[in-house]
């Protein structure tokens, strides 16, 4: 699509004008019914026609499924089907949420929940920040005139594409005890570290790949966002002699503001729901110290023998409840702020 | 813009800052994937090799006559036969008796701290090639490769309709069905799955490829990001079309959909990695071999009780390396493309 | 079932062999360790060919998908017929019994009736619900040139796991190496060494007692080995829950002094250690109680949904076969679980020297395997007890509970699984 097909070879003409022909016989199929349609829908109510099929899918393998689960948060027992489930009322809440004290999980009824939860809370609150302030380093350095910029773009981006395990892999390989990590360190004269074995090494290694495996997609949307903001409202600073840092706080941030908030919301959804690579990467360990609440959901109601569907239901749904919350909660902020 | 180059003074401190960090960034990004393609074709050997070389050496073999199969080839370090290089017949104990090819009757008995085995240069494909051979490759890559495009085509169909209605109409009801695709993403996936196969499975969808495919076509990302594209195409451009009685299908396909070709292509390419990469989800809604996909065949090899490394590596290597491919050929229009959506 | 039902089953049986029009599909889940799939799917080429009015299909998935996706499949009706697992009592419900097809019910409860009996619902339960592939057996293995360099004498047969643990911690001090021993991180090894210790699992009654006095000390001697480096606990403490990990590569790599491993390294440990170092298993060291390790093994389980039972039986009846089992289990390299061939040695394997002898100490230890170790194996929610213990033990080991909160968190979840399997 687009700029991709102008190449001067005949054939990749041909190929072009053969994928137009097709896309205008296809797309053109509907033509008539969606005619007759419109005929008979006034306004905008044919709006409903056009999101319709995404409404389907949505409602058959989005929304259905939340209602089944809520249905399995209030029954208990090991059964899968819905119909088999015995009703238990608020027993899977009342037994996730039961603490003596909630800053110790060990005193928890679900102590693995809360495991899950205090480390969820650590991990999202310092890997945002990081990713953000390295995303947004990242951006401001490609936005100078640097030679070979789309290729450090390009760079940077390119671990978005690769798939959770494949990242976890790729790690684990590095950072094994006898990975080349400890190798270097070794030949450097230094002591490795058995990096994934212990808690304060696993821990930042979760939220180092995970930045690794992510930073390329919000340094690209804050880049967008500086190379938006209008070269001549630099000019005028410039000639105020104001200092870059000034420049950068009084100019820069403010205009970045809305692709900041973007990058901090999916950065936060993405952060809370935390699983695959680090369940790779590190199984949860050592001991508890990188298990997440996702992972104790998939645990609890997916790999165990005995399925809790009942406590991993009623676990999600909080932990679905909690996102939308704050995602609410941010974007009313950003509404009120916005002019 | 901040600290742009001047110009006049050439290099000043700043771009040496960034070029260096450029820099590092990108040993930082493409180094661990590079070591991984290195390390995937070592043989087991090498792999368990600590301190690791960067390089696949592996130990030299070679035949004696009179012993069956090849035998590994140690070099002597110490004692009368300093320097020799033999072949080694067995090993007892910390000794070890080891011969020449020249004159196979002679054996020599050497201690094992005195033998330090000769390398070569060795790539070890069969680790590739072991994989490959063990099921029809060509099968489950044409598994993945449809389920990637139809559902890419799917993706991007059923998203824009979504889009241009949300984007273009006002129409009772809009906001909230906005608001309620955006909600789903802060669901993870992973705990719908079970309902999810109840429902594919009540629909008959399981065991077929579009058991993967129709869950994943709408998605909220693409609704999102391609409904703030088109809220940027000028109003004005369908209402001159209406005055030429086009009708609404035609003007989202005849001119609204080319305009957002850039947002498409971005949607394109997530699409394609999305659908690419998905592991659980075909895991569970597919159990038979003929519908499997390339990452389910490949992992059809873990087992209950073991890990093998140089398996695993070979299998990663072989499940990035698509997507590797399109990157390396389509980069330009990716970055831009992900740039000039990311936020309008 | 009632004989007439027997014979209504027969008959379609035969119904079905007079018209091989109708050819039966059999489809098969099959996951491998090794070879066994491959190998399956070799010698059911010749069953087809038999059998021409049976068309069986072996889909080879990853062992996640059988613990994960197969309940699900299962209790939604899109199960295969036949399925390699390993956890049964879970899916125990889906399970078919085939006695009404086998031609010689008494041939298999002679032969596989130790390990058909974990098929089973409790006593009573006379039921043949799959073939099992392999007897596994955990046992010990160790590497004989590190004694050697250090110059310690192997401890001899009877030798305890205290016995062991001074002797491992002396070489490993002596050849430098970080520690002596490692275990595969799995309740299920860490059971033999507690059941050898006086540990019972059960109270007489049969309900799970999983917590009592053999099983403390034994937990207590892991941790103490853990703490002053005698067993590497990176093997545990590296992952949570109860997932598994191995500890082959550090035994490969020369730097363990022994492996707490088990029958089905066999291959691996022929392969690729070959004669890198003298290796040796050294079967299961003794407690006060006993010198077990614990059994276990896959089967091939009929499942009920099956339309075409009566081939799923004749098809698992066709590889019980003496001649046929003994070719399947020397392609594979497991111990067979039929008892007289195990007993007879009719199995050839074509082994090193070092191979052989490994397969003679497996077939040694699993001859050893003390009754509560078959009735702990055989339990329907065993997976239950092992689970916790690995995930509780390696918290303890990572020091983030003390060893009675470790005890205590046990005893808990093994009764919450319990009482959550028991809601019906």
Known sequence: MGAGFHRPAA????????????????????????????????????????????????????????????????????????????????????????????????????????????????????????????????????????????????????????????????????????????????????????????????????????????????????????????????????????????????????????????????????????????????????????????????????????????????????????????????????????? | MLAARRGRSGWDWTDWASHFYLLLGVALMFGPVLWLFVSSVKTQAALDTFPPTFLPWEQKQATLPGHAGALPVFQIMAGDRAGQSLVQIRRIGLEAQLASPDDPAKIARVPISQLRPELRLHASWSNYTDLLRKFDFGLYFLNSVFITVVATVLTLLVN????????????????????????????????????????????????SLWGVIFPAVATPTGVFMLRQYMLTLPDEILEAARMDNASEWRIYWRIVLPLSAPALAVLAIFSVMWRWNDFLWPMVVLSRSDVFTLPIALFSFQGDLQTQWQYLLAMTACTLLPVTLIFVFLQRYVTQGVASVGVK | MPKRDRLVALAAGFVCVACPALAADIRIACYSDGNECPSQKE?????????????????????SAILQSLPVQLAAGNGPDIGRITAFGTLEPYFLDMSPYLKDAAYWNKEFGKQLA????????????????????????????????????????????????????????????????????????????????????????????????????????????????????????????????????????????????????????IDQIGDGFDWAVVGNPCGPAACTGMPGGASFVAFKETKNPEAVARYLDWFAQPQRYAELMSRTGNIPAHEGLRADG?????????????????????????????????????????NPTAARLSEAIAGQITLDQAFARIAQDVADALATAAKK
């Not at chain 1, 238990?88 to 004290?101: K, Q």
């Not at chain 3, 087809?48 to 049976?54: A, F, G, L, R, T």
């Open chain 1, 11 to 339: 054939l990749g003409t041909l190929i072009a004008r053969a994928l137009g022909l097709l896309y205008g016989a296809v797309m053109g199929l509907p033509e008539r019914p969606m005619r007759a349609a419109q005929a008979r829908m006034r306004g905008g109510r044919l709006g409903w026609l056009f999101v319709a099929p995404n409404l389907l899918v949505f409602g058959v393998f989005t929304f259905l499924p939340i209602v089944i689960d809520f249905w399995y948060a209030l029954t208990g027992g090991a059964q899968l089907l819905p119909q088999d489930r015995p009703y238990v009322g608020a027993e899977n809440f009342r037994s996730l949420l039961a603490c003596a004290n909630y800053l110790d999980p060990t005193s928890c009824e679900r102590d693995l929940f809360w495991y899950g939860v205090w480390n969820t809370l650590k991990f999202v609150a310092i890997q945002v920040t990081l990713m953000i302030v390295f995303s947004l380093l990242t951006a401001l350095v490609l936005n100078r005139r640097i030679v070979g910029r789309g290729f450090y773009r390009a760079a940077f981006f390119y671990p978005v594409l690769l798939s959770p395990v494949v990242v976890a892999l790729i790690w684990k390989w590095i950072l094994q005890r006898n990975g080349i990590l400890n190798a270097t360190i070794q030949g450097a004269g230094g002591n490795g570290v058995n990096w994934l074995v212990d808690a304060d090494w696993a821990f930042f290694w979760s939220i180092f790949v995970s930045i690794w495996a992510h930073m390329g997609f919000y340094t690209l949307i804050l880049l967008a966002g500086l190379q938006a903001i209008p070269a001549d409202i630099y000019e005028a600073a410039e000639m105020d002699a104001a200092s870059p840092w000034r420049r950068f706080r009084r100019l820069t941030l403010p205009l970045l503001t809305p692709s900041l908030v973007v990058v901090f919301i999916l950065g936060m959804i993405r952060a809370v729901q935390i699983f695959d690579e680090v369940y790779v990467l590190t199984g949860g360990g050592p001991g508890t110290a990188t298990v997440y609440l996702v992972q104790f959901i998939y645990q609890t109601g997916f790999a165990a023998g005995v399925r809790q569907y009942g406590l991993a239901a009623a676990g999600s749904l909080l932990l679905a409840a909690a996102l939308l919350l704050f995602t609410l909660l941010q974007l009313r902020g950003l509404k009120r702020g916005a002019p």
């Open chain 2, 160 to 207: 824009s309709m979504a889009a241009f209605a949300l984007s273009k109409y006002r129409f009772k009801g809009r906001e909230p069905v906005f608001l309620v695709m955006l909600a789903t993403l802060t669901i993870p996936p992973t705990i719908v799955l079970v309902p999810n196969y109840l429902i594919a499975s009540a629909l008959g969808l399981t065991n």
């Open chain 3, 43 to 63: 010698m059911s080429a010749q069953f087809m060919k038999e059998n021409p009015d049976v068309n069986v299909i072996i889909d080879e998935v990853p062992y």
């Open chain 3, 118 to 269: 974990w098929l089973r619902n409790g006593a009573q339960d006379q039921g043949i619900y799959g073939l099992p592939t392999q007897t596994t057996v955990t046992a010990a293995i160790v590497n004989k040139s590190l004694f050697e360099q250090a110059n310690v004498p192997l401890p001899g047969p009877g030798a305890s796991w205290d016995d062991w643990a001074a002797a491992v911690d002396k070489v490993a001090k002596a050849t430098k190496l970080p520690y002596g021993m490692a275990w595969d991180r799995s309740g299920h090894r860490f059971a033999g060494p507690a059941i050898s210790y006086g540990a019972k699992f059960f109270k007489p009654d049969g309900t799970p007692d999983v917590i009592d006095d053999g099983f403390k000390t034994m937990a207590g001697k892991f941790l103490a080995w853990a703490k002053d480096g005698t067993i590497d606990k990176d093997v545990w403490v590296s992952s949570s829950g109860g997932g598994y990990r191995d500890a082959f590569s550090e035994f490969q790599n020369g730097q363990i002094v022994l492996y707490y491993s088990g029958s089905w390294q066999l291959r691996r440990l």
């Open chain 3, 346 to 386: 009719t199995v050839k394997y074509d082994l090193s020297p070092a191979g052989t002898a490994a397969m003679q100490g497996f077939v040694a230890a699993a001859a050893k395997l003390s009754p509560a170790a078959y009735r702990l194996e055989g339990y329907k929610y065993n997976f239950q007890i092992f």
